[in-house]
């Protein structure tokens, strides 16, 4: 394996030097950069030896007692390589979560290398998002609890931990022997990781006494340093411990023997020279009583099959809609909290409202009341006035957002890259021309690329101006943005959760245009969506995008600002793509993006580990936290204190 990925830049910053106090440097978030390919490196001895991993697996189901078929999650998985380890035993159910982009995508090449199916998935692990009461057994292996900066925020992976265990299911711990480390830690050590390759670390314990702080320089022999990086770990001893536990709901906490951990080097051990294994089980409780809420009444709205559609290929609805309705259905029969109802009579769909109003809406109705794309608003606008809650954007967010320029406006305020253009009203006589050519014409206002053509690309002005007449013929009485054409890479990003609470980035997707035929303009123009005979949907490939890590967070940074900033709600798409100097630029905001499941959103959650249910049901969950319906144990655990 390179010492550094491609998705991994070299450190461009310098080392800081002596440091009087470890701690006044550490990052809150420390744990949400540091495991990469430099953490494989600097940790190889241990987390990347195969007999230290059969051992502590040897030692897991000692302890666990798990049967083959037994449903189990790893958490905080890393690389996978308890969960590789397992497949190899013949365990058949296996999930595993990181926070880490890397060592997940890494897992994944693994498991698939070694033919096994193993599901990996990205999260937090005080916030997964997967079924409750699924899982046999729940395990955080090689040191991997306590690194939060507060130990309510430890009791919140535990509460998460009891929410997806099953009645009687055990989770298990293996962690640093806290008392034995604040008595030993080595205040300064440093050793070769290999030939060209060595780190010096500094250690010393927080001003409270109840965390190790530690720093690492990485040096490169010819290029100097690479990395200098801190963190932390909350020192547990059995006593907290095993209270810890108690507060979590769990019972009877059982110490094993400690484990002795095993290296290819033997030099400095660190947090992983003495851990303690610990399991305890989650209590065999009535799940009715347990639940008491029962299962949500959820009402779907959805455009009406009955009315004509202008924007769907020949004005209605079609096969590849009502195939597209079909597998929805199918997914949601699936998840197993919710009822569903489905309402897509929009004759009688305020009379049903008013009624008989559903606990939650789930928004589908992106066709707009009565299949009008204007009024995609309105359709949240009814809820508001009737008190129900609903998934997604509010009526201001769909009308601001419908408006392209006043998104580019936004955008911005915020420092976000925009393409140059110019807006043109539906009366003006006069054009301005764009500087420079090739430019996309488009209206300003709309949905489903209504507008955006082959044809949509001009070089000229002759072009322009014919385009120009065409859309006014089309979309009559709309303006249109005379727009910088972006010939590079395409990007979209898929958010999920809200600002403040839980706000899940998706792997970014690249629209992948080299099968399309030289004279077509690259673009996801109207055929891409409602033409299946056209090259733009036989020959636009999706794919999950190469970017550098600096690319990367960029990316989800200038999402995360447009969700917060537009009021964004559950989930939102946000379109880029580079200019050709390699700026990459804001296309669009989607604030109720496409849900189909073969849309761009359920595609990332694809490349992220999900099932189409679970896209489905993350967006769900999103909204049932948001509107206050999810009381569950994290919750009430925080109250507590």
Known sequence: MPFLSRTQPPFKGRSIGPVADLE?????????QLFNAIYLKTDGDVVENAAATKAEVDTLLAVAQLEPDAPLLDLCCGQGRHLIELAERGFRHLTGVDRSRYLVRLARRRARAQGHDIQFKEGDARKVRLPKRQFSAVT???NSFGYFASEMEDLKVLAKVMELLKPGGLIVLDLCDGAWMRQSYEPRSWEWIDEQHFVCRERSLSKDGDRLISREVVTHTERGVIADQFYAERLYDRDRLQELLKEAGFEAPTFHDPFLSQSDRGQDLGMMAQRLMVTARAPVRDVALSDPAGRTKVTVLMGDPRLPDPVKRGGQFNDEDFDTIKKLKTALSRLDRYDFAILDDHGSMMDKLRRD????VFNLCDEGYQNDALKELHVPALLEMLGVPYTGASPSTLAFCYDKSLVRAVASTLDIPV???????????AVTLPSTFPALLKPNTGDSSIGITAQAVVHCKDEMVRYMDYLRETVPGRSILVQEFLSGAEYSVAMIGNPGSDLLALPILEVDYSELPEDLPAILGYESKWHPESPYWTRIVYQEAALSSQD????????????????CRDYARFDFRRAADGTIKLLEVNPNPGWCWDGKMNLMAEMAGYSYADFLKLVLDAAMDRCGFAEGAVRNLVELH
Do not use: C
């Open 552 to 567: 990367s967070n960029l990316l989800t940074g200038y999402s995360a600002r447009l969700f917060e900033r537009l009021g």
């Open 140 to 142: 955080i292996m090689g």
């Open 419 to 429: 393409p140059t253009e110019s807006f043109v009203n539906p009366m003006d006589a």
């Open 357 to 360: 109003p559903p606990k939650l």
């Open 24 to 32: 006044r440097h550490l990052p809150d978030d420390w744990w949400q």
